[in-house]
Nanobody
Framework: QVQLVESGGGLVQSGGSLRLSCAAS????????MGWYRQAPGKQRELVAT???????NYEDSVKGRFSITREYAKNTVYLQMNSLKPEDTAIYYC????????????WGQGTQVTVSS
């Protein structure tokens, strides 16, 4: 059974930092584009950052220079380091694993709450 298990969310003051982790099933991690998305109350889910199997990254404009996505193959885990957090970063953050082409899939984690107080 494929699993994505997130951790690391919480409450932090504006300007603070958090690191989110997403542990993925070994069967999918190596061939996936891994990503973090977020959904704030009353808003649509939006892309935060993605990382390809070869390490290429992509960020939503509002988090560039503040957030960093990395992946660790030894632990089948993707991380989102979030620095200089702002109240507008408050949302539920979801981990995503996607593969297109042969044997496609698209999996989501259960989400982890990040709350930034002003």
């Amino acid at each position: 059974q494929v699993q994505l298990v997130e951790s690391g969310g919480g409450l932090v003051q504006s300007g603070g930092s958090l690191r989110l982790s997403c542990a993925a099933s070994k069967s999918i991690f190596g061939s996936s584009v891994m990503g973090w998305y977020r959904q704030a109350p009353g808003k649509q889910r939006e892309l935060v950052a993605t990382i390809t199997s070869s390490g290429g990254t992509n960020y939503e404009d509002s988090v560039k220079g503040r957030f960093s996505i990395t992946r660790e193959y030894a632990k089948n885990t993707v991380y989102l380091q979030m620095n200089s957090l702002k109240p507008e970063d408050t949302a539920i953050y979801y981990c995503n694993a996607v593969r297109r082409g042969l044997g496609p899939f698209n999996y989501w984690g259960q989400g982890t709450q990040v709350t930034v107080s002003s």
